[in-house]
C-alpha cells in the first residue's frame, strides 16, 4: 500500500464517521420533537390559564349560591309565617312585603348563580378539549423520545466499531504524515486530509491558486502539500 493510499483510506474512514455523526445530531425525529415540544409549552401554558381563569369563576358561585341557599330558607319561613299567622294586620303586610322583596332577591340570585354555572362548564368543556387535543401529542412525544434513543445508540454502536477499523487503517499511515493528519484533523474537524477536486480542496471547498494547483500535480509521490486554506494534507 503506497502512503497515498493509506492516507485515501484514513481520510474517507474519518470522513464516514463524520457522516455518521452528523446523522446522529441531526435525526428528522429530534427536529419533530423539538417542534413538537415547543408546541406542547404552548398549550400546557393554555391548559393553566384556563384553569386559572375558572377558580375565581367557580368560588363566586359557590358564594351566590349560597345566597340564593340563604334567601330560599328565609323566604319559606316566611311563606309558613303568614299561612300560619294569626298576627295583626299591620305585621302580616310587613311579612308580606318582605317575602315579596325576598323573592325579587332570590330570583335575580338565582338567575346570576345559573349564569355563573354556564360559563363555567363552557370553560371546563374548553379545557377538556384542549386536555384531550393534547394527548395524542403527548403520545408522540414518548413515540419519538423512545424512537431518538434506540436510533442514537445505534448509531453510537456504529460510530464505536467505525473507530476501531478507522484506528487500524491509521496504523498503516507512516508515523511523520499520521502526525501532519492528525494535527490537521484536530485544528479543522472531519479529516486531516483532503483531495482536489476541479481545482478545489474538497475538505475546505475553497480553489487553489494556479500555483498550487501546478506544485500540487507535480509533487513527488511520497511528498504532501498542505492545502493553503485549511492546512489538510493535499491526497492525489
Ligand atoms: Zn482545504
Partial sequence: MTDAEALRALMEADRWIDRVIAQRDHLPESEELANLEGQLRIEVVAIRDAESAVAPMRATYEEVAARADR????????????????????????????????????????????????????????VERLRRDIKPKLARREELRSTIEQLRSSLDEEVASLRVARDERARDVPENLRIRYQRAMDRVGTSGAAQIVTGRCDGCRIALAPLDLDRAKNQDEDSFMDCPSCGRILVP
Avoid at 302580616?92 to 332577591?105: N, P
Fill in 71 to 126: 334567601i330560599q330558607r328565609r323566604r319559606r319561613e316566611l311563606e309558613t309565617a303568614l299561612a300560619a299567622s294569626t298576627s295583626g294586620a299591620r305585621d302580616l303586610a310587613a311579612m308580606q312585603h318582605e317575602l315579596e322583596s325576598i323573592s325579587a332577591q332570590g330570583a335575580e340570585a338565582d338567575e346570576e348563580a345559573l349564569e355563573l354555572l354556564e360559563s363555567i362548564e363552557e370553560r371546563d368543556s374548553f
